[in-house]
């Protein structure tokens, strides 16, 4: 591997945001399920900044939401980067990906829980 000269300051931060930016962009092409939950926090977003009375509750709202986005789009790099490796099957590429669909389950939970506890008392 040959050695490149590490980028700093504004040229770095701006190839950091166009390389997350394609990773969105995959992520919205590819994954189904990441195109819903998209839709979801389209509404669930203002809806939670809205909604919320002080500004905690705000950001636990709004952040309950972009958690979802997180882990999936954690769960899609796990589950690329194994069907990567290989698309045979394999016990630890099954648990990878089970475990991976798990946090999204978690991260959908912990969401349900917060807008339960602020919006219900």
Do not use: C, Y
């Not at 190839?15 to 189904?32: H, I, P, Y």
């Not at 939401?65 to 630890?92: A, F, K, M, S």
């Amino acid at each position: 591997m040959q050695d490149r000269p590490k980028l700093s300051g504004m040229r770095r931060l701006v190839l950091a945001f166009v390389n997350s930016w394609q990773g969105f962009k995959g992520a919205f092409r590819f994954e189904a399920a990441f195109r819903q939950e998209v839709a979801l926090a389209v509404v669930l977003l203002p809806l939670g900044a809205w909604l919320g009375k002080t500004p905690v509750e705000k950001a636990l709202l709004v952040a309950s939401v972009l958690l979802v986005l997180i882990v999936e789009l954690l769960n899609t790099g796990i589950e690329t980067v194994v069907d990567r490796i290989g698309l045979e099957r394999h016990e630890l590429s099954g648990l990878a990906k089970d475990v991976g669909s798990t946090a999204v389950l978690l991260s959908f939970a912990v969401l349900a829980v917060i807008w339960g506890f602020l919006l219900l008392g």
